[in-house]
């Protein structure tokens, strides 16, 4: 079985804080993502990568960055956290970027953050 | 732009029957289903590709049809099991083989 874990369930912290997300995966995916789940608003991808050191901005990169420095490592930077960073956090990964269509996401149990 | 999906959220007595609808602004290369049960992550259900097919997982199956760049999610005699939060995500044309856009979710509860 594909696991996705992260690093907390829960995480309270204060605003300018600088946070971390780490997310981890044992089936050594290329592709791994950064969502946000808003009620009534989804899923909204943060950041993707595809392979190591590489990166690519999501639909709401703003107030983000990321890290990916081995394959089965994903982590989320809140440089600076707000108050409108207050969500669900989940991270996915997917064994490729395939050409004949994207490939099945592999969710974690998701980060719920809450920023003070 | 997020794919819209509909309606947000049903209620459904055990055996009866709903449709999921979700339509995106542009041109799809797949749709993808999920379904989050509530406080865990969302596990995959199904892909339909461009052809217009149509696939099934037990007693739930979805249509797609390219022209109307539009996915239909069909609960058949559901089940208990199936409540959940329902999401489609859209793989455009011109971002194919790279991500993936998920709708707002639509929430299902299948009530005995």
């Known amino acids: 079985d594909v696991k996705v874990t992260q690093s907390s369930r829960y995480l309270v912290k204060r605003t300018g804080e600088k946070v971390f997300l780490e997310c981890v995966q044992d089936?050594?995916?290329?592709?791994m993502f950064w969502y946000r789940q808003d009620p009534g608003l989804g899923l909204r991808l943060i950041y993707f990568?595809?392979?190591?050191?590489?990166?690519e901005k999501g639909d709401i990169p703003e107030g983000y960055s990321v890290s990916r420095e081995k394959k089965e490592r994903f982590s989320l930077i809140l440089e600076s956290a707000s108050t409108n960073q207050t969500s669900m956090y989940l991270c996915?990964?997917?064994?490729?970027?395939?050409?004949?269509?994207?490939?099945?996401?592999?969710f974690g149990p998701g980060t719920r953050l809450t920023v003070l | 732009q997020q794919p819209v999906q509909s309606p947000q959220a049903v209620i459904l007595r055990e055996g009866e029957d709903a449709v999921i609808n979700c339509s995106s602004s542009k041109a799809l290369y797949s749709v993808h289903w999920y379904r989050q049960k509530h406080g865990e992550a969302p596990v995959f259900l199904m892909i339909l590709l461009k052809g217009g097919e149509q696939k099934g997982h037990d007693k739930i199956s979805a249509s797609f049809n390219e022209k109307k760049q539009q996915s239909s999610l069909y609960l058949t005699a559901s089940q208990l099991s199936y409540s959940g939060t329902y999401f489609c995500g859209t793989e455009s044309v011109e971002a194919a083989g790279n991500k993936l856009t998920f709708g707002g979710g639509t929430r299902v509860l299948v009530k005995p």
């Open positions: 996915a990964s997917s064994p490729r970027l395939g050409i004949a269509g994207t490939d099945t996401q592999y």
């Open positions: 990568s595809y392979d190591v050191k590489m990166k």
């Open positions: 089936m050594d995916h290329e592709n």
